[in-house]
């Protein structure tokens, strides 16, 4: 046996430890939570009068609304999103087969698009409201009721529409992935379609539908738009009225510090619902699930449950938008249309390419070094998509003033230069807000296509003298390019719909899509909105496409 040479001696155990995978990971993940430590930072100082007078005039109104939306959303999306997916899974009626796909449609809606449409038409100048009034001979509204559509039960109605996707997807998956044979012993023991699903599956299925309306419910506190639109005043539409109407910096945050709170007490209930409570199959045998077959009458039933979702959250929505959009396109498709759709276009390619780097760099770090303060690390830079948008637009144009601040003050007393502001109010702040917000979606999707790696391939490459940096560039890259391309693709349809980041941080006359249908809309020109609302529909659809093309190989053991 030769001795073993200087090069071949164990590394060092701080070495072992710390490399340069490890270092990146480490300040990326800083840099990532820079807007939030700022955001809490700022909240700690002495409270203002602003804040005085938003404690005893609207606070209450803040929180009341908020928990409003939250229980009616989140019964909403579990009983639509649950029955939903049962129905497609294990019954057969016709139309199945579309509806399993068509129900994830509403995806590719954002709230604020759906809130435009419904409000156009529903309102008192609307056609519905209208046609009434011509029909009965009514003169004004005192002549009849109406729903007010403008109110917190029409923002429920809207964000369980669009957000019910969120519980049918997971709960689908569960269902799919649940054991045929657990199903049938139920069968066997008399139990009848329903208690089988109540006392079986639904329990076996808890833990994805608890993470399904958890999804909803952070969606509902970070709306903007569609709360905004229907006059309901929450934590996100304060925060950004406090800060871009009255500047205070404190009372912003102190209101962005309230808002985490609610996010905070809504996972802690999600925890605490499961306690200590484990599901588990029996077998790891699975095979195709034969399903209830219904009567003529109740698969009629079945289809229409299933089909309402998609008509109230996709199909009336587009229809409406596309009958807006014909009419109005000649005027409204003009310069500022393709400026915005342009500006759309690039911040939301540039995002998605910088988080998916962002995202293979911490993935590929913790692979390397999976040790406690890489794991905490990479699980700190992936809490983003957990904060809402305002929150930490607000961080970010916090952190960047500071930034701009002391680098203007630097550069004074040593040179007698002004730099002004190098941060803060520029494209680069808002794709940075972007980074920070969706990080979690391609950071999730790229560490399961390198979880499919076998570590022995890693082994191999390093027998063959390959270091990190050539083993991502020749190993890993070619497997997990799919899961790249997947992850760039998932942040720039989101980075597409995003409004309240965009309006809070965009420079001076860059206009996006979501902002200049936002800006249409809150000028009541609702139709003229729908050419720019339309584009971003039809851009969401492309990876609800691709959703419901691999749901359906969900099922351990399918032969598709």
Same mark, same amino acid.
């Given at each position: 046996?030769?001795?073993?040479?200087?090069?071949?001696?164990?590394?060092?155990?701080?070495?072992?430890?710390?490399?340069?995978?490890?270092?990146?990971?480490?300040?990326?993940?800083?840099?990532?939570?820079?807007?939030?430590?700022?955001?809490?930072?700022?909240?700690?100082?002495?409270?203002?009068?602003?804040?005085?007078?938003?404690?005893?005039?609207?606070?209450?109104? $803040?929180?009341?609304?908020?928990?409003?939306?939250?229980?009616?959303?989140?019964?909403?999306?579990?009983?639509?999103?649950?029955?939903?997916?049962?129905?497609?899974?294990?019954?057969?009626?016709?139309?199945?087969?579309?509806?399993?796909?068509?129900? /994830?449609?509403?995806?590719?809606?954002?709230?604020?698009?759906?809130?435009?449409?419904?409000?156009?038409?529903?309102?008192?100048?609307?056609?519905?409201? &209208?046609?009434?009034?011509?029909?009965?001979?009514?003169?004004?509204?005192?002549?009849?009721?109406?729903?007010?559509? #403008?109110?917190?039960?029409?923002?429920?109605?809207?964000?369980?529409?669009?957000?019910?996707?969120?519980?049918?997807?997971?709960?689908?998956?569960?269902?799919?992935?649940?054991?045929?044979?657990?199903?049938?012993?139920?069968?066997?023991?008399?139990?009848?379609?329903?208690?089988?699903?109540? #006392?079986?599956?639904?329990?076996?299925?808890?833990?994805?539908?608890?993470?399904?309306?958890?999804?909803?419910?952070?969606?509902?506190? &970070?709306?903007?738009?569609?709360?905004?639109?229907?006059?309901?005043?929450?934590?996100?539409?304060?925060?950004?009225?406090?800060?871009?109407?009255?500047?205070?910096?404190?009372?912003?945050?102190?209101?962005?510090?309230?808002?985490?709170?609610?996010?905070?007490?809504?996972?802690?209930?999600?925890?605490?619902?499961? #306690?200590?409570?484990?599901?588990?199959?029996?077998?790891?045998? $699975?095979?195709?699930?034969?399903? $209830?077959?219904?009567?003529?009458?109740?698969?009629?039933?079945?289809?229409?449950?299933?089909?309402?979702?998609?008509?109230?959250?996709?199909?009336?929505?587009?229809?409406?938008?596309?009958?807006?959009?014909?009419?109005?396109?000649?005027?409204?498709?003009?310069?500022?249309?393709?400026?915005?759709?342009?500006?759309?276009?690039?911040?939301?390619?540039?995002?998605?390419?910088?988080?998916?780097?962002?995202?293979?760099?911490?993935?590929? &770090?913790?692979?390397?070094?999976?040790?406690?303060?890489?794991?905490?690390?990479?699980?700190?830079?992936?809490?983003? $998509?957990?904060?809402?948008?305002?929150?930490?637009?607000?961080?970010?144009?916090?952190?960047?003033?500071?930034?701009?601040?002391?680098?203007?003050?630097?550069?004074?007393?040593?040179?007698?230069?002004?730099?002004? /502001?190098?941060?803060?109010?520029?494209?680069?702040?808002?794709?940075?807000?972007?980074?920070?917000?969706?990080?979690?979606?391609?950071? &999730?999707?790229?560490?399961?296509? /390198?979880?499919?790696?076998?570590?022995?391939?890693?082994?191999?490459?390093?027998?063959?003298?390959?270091?990190?940096?050539?083993?991502?560039?020749?190993?890993?890259?070619?497997?997990?390019?799919?899961?790249?391309?997947?992850?760039?693709?998932?942040?720039?349809?989101?980075?597409?719909?995003?409004?309240?980041?965009?309006?809070?941080?965009?420079?001076?006359?860059?206009?996006?899509?979501?902002?200049?249908?936002?800006?249409?809309?809150?000028?009541?020109? /609702?139709?003229?909105?729908?050419?720019?609302?339309?584009?971003?529909?039809?851009?969401?659809?492309?990876?609800?496409?691709?959703?419901?093309?691999?749901?359906?190989?969900?099922?351990?053991?399918?032969?598709?």
């Amino acid at each position: 046996m030769t001795a073993l040479s200087w090069n071949d001696a164990p590394a060092p155990a701080l070495r072992r430890r710390f490399n340069g995978w490890s270092v990146a990971t480490a300040v990326l993940a800083l840099l990532i939570v820079l807007p939030l430590a700022t955001v809490m930072g700022f909240a700690a100082a002495p409270q203002t009068e602003i804040w005085g007078h938003l404690a005893s005039t609207v606070l209450g109104r $803040y929180v009341l609304n908020s928990l409003g939306l939250m229980v009616g959303v989140g019964l909403g999306t579990l009983v639509v999103g649950t029955g939903t997916a049962w129905l497609v899974t294990m019954c057969r009626f016709p139309g199945r087969r579309v509806l399993e796909w068509a129900l /994830l449609l509403p995806l590719a809606m954002p709230a604020y698009v759906v809130a435009y449409t419904y409000a156009g038409v529903l309102d008192y100048a609307g056609p519905v409201q &209208g046609a009434i009034r011509a029909l009965f001979g009514f003169t004004s509204a005192r002549d009849y009721w109406f729903p007010h559509f #403008r109110s917190l039960g029409g923002a429920v109605a809207v964000l369980t529409a669009v957000l019910y996707p969120y519980v049918y997807l997971l709960a689908r998956t569960a269902f799919l992935g649940q054991c045929a044979c657990v199903l049938e012993a139920s069968r066997t023991l008399g139990q009848s379609p329903w208690q089988g699903f109540s #006392r079986v599956a639904l329990p076996l299925a808890r833990p994805a539908l608890a993470v399904g309306v958890a999804l909803a419910l952070m969606e509902v506190l &970070g709306d903007f738009g569609a709360v905004q639109h229907l006059a309901v005043d929450t934590f996100t539409t304060g925060l950004t009225r406090v800060w871009l109407g009255m500047g205070d910096a404190p009372a912003a945050a102190q209101l962005a510090v309230a808002l985490l709170g609610f996010i905070g007490l809504l996972v802690a209930l999600e925890r605490l619902s499961r #306690r200590r409570q484990r599901f588990h199959h029996a077998t790891n045998r $699975y095979r195709t699930l034969s399903g $209830y077959r219904l009567s003529p009458l109740r698969g009629l039933l079945a289809m229409l449950a299933c089909a309402l979702p998609v008509l109230l959250g996709f199909v009336l929505p587009a229809g409406i938008l596309g009958a807006w959009a014909v009419e109005t396109a000649p005027q409204m498709v003009d310069g500022r249309f393709w400026l915005a759709a342009g500006n759309s276009l690039a911040v939301a390619g540039i995002a998605a390419a910088a988080a998916t780097l962002v995202a293979v760099i911490l993935a590929y &770090g913790l692979r390397l070094r999976p040790n406690r303060m890489v794991r905490a690390t990479v699980r700190l830079a992936g809490i983003g $998509y957990a904060v809402p948008g305002p929150v930490i637009a607000l961080g970010v144009m916090l952190a960047f003033t500071a930034i701009d601040g002391w680098v203007d003050g630097a550069m004074t007393a040593a040179f007698g230069i002004s730099t002004g /502001l190098l941060l803060s109010g520029t494209a680069f702040a808002v794709i940075f807000a972007y980074v920070v917000r969706f990080l979690a979606l391609s950071l &999730g999707t790229v560490e399961s296509g /390198l979880i499919r790696v076998k570590p022995h391939m890693d082994d191999a490459a390093r027998s063959l003298g390959h270091g990190p940096g050539s083993m991502l560039r020749r190993v890993h890259a070619p497997i997990i390019k799919g899961s790249v391309l997947t992850a760039a693709l998932l942040v720039f349809v989101d980075v597409m719909k995003e409004l309240p980041a965009t309006l809070m941080l965009r420079p001076f006359g860059f206009d996006t899509l979501a902002v200049r249908a936002y800006q249409l809309a809150s000028d009541e020109r /609702l139709r003229d909105c729908a050419p720019a609302a339309l584009a971003i529909v039809l851009v969401g659809l492309v990876p609800v496409l691709v959703l419901s093309a691999g749901i359906a190989r969900a099922r351990p053991g399918q032969g598709r």
